[in-house]
Nanobody
């Protein structure tokens, strides 16, 4: 059974940075596009960024363009989300999943607050 586990969240001040990690197991990561998603309190889950299986195609939500960077290391079975210039509006639980998403892990919380 495939599993994706998020980590790296934590309280950060506005303007700060965090790097989220997504560890894959139980399947061959090389074959799948992976996405980062987030769900803010009281809001629906939304897509943040996605990366193709070989990393050649990347997309970002307009709200994070220029601030977030997605990357992957298939050899290490890891996908990352570098988040810079964080804003209070980025406060959410962040999740990673295969594209299309088929199940959600516990996510990692990112509160952005002073």
């Amino acid at each position: 059974q495939y599993q994706l586990v998020e980590s790296g969240g934590g309280l950060v001040q506005p303007g700060g940075s965090l790097r989220l990690s997504c560890a894959a197991s139980g399947f061959t990561l090389d074959y799948y596009a992976i996405g980062w998603f987030r769900q803010a309190p009281g809001k629906e889950r939304e897509g943040v960024s996605c990366i193709s299986s070989n990393g050649g195609s990347i997309k970002y939500a307009d709200s994070v363009k220029g601030r977030f960077t997605i990357s992957r290391d298939n050899a290490k079975k890891m996908v990352y989300l570098q988040m810079n210039s964080l804003k209070p509006a980025d406060t959410a639980v962040y999740y990673c999943d295969r594209i299309p998403p088929t199940g959600w892990g516990p996510g990692t919380q990112v509160p952005v607050s002073s």
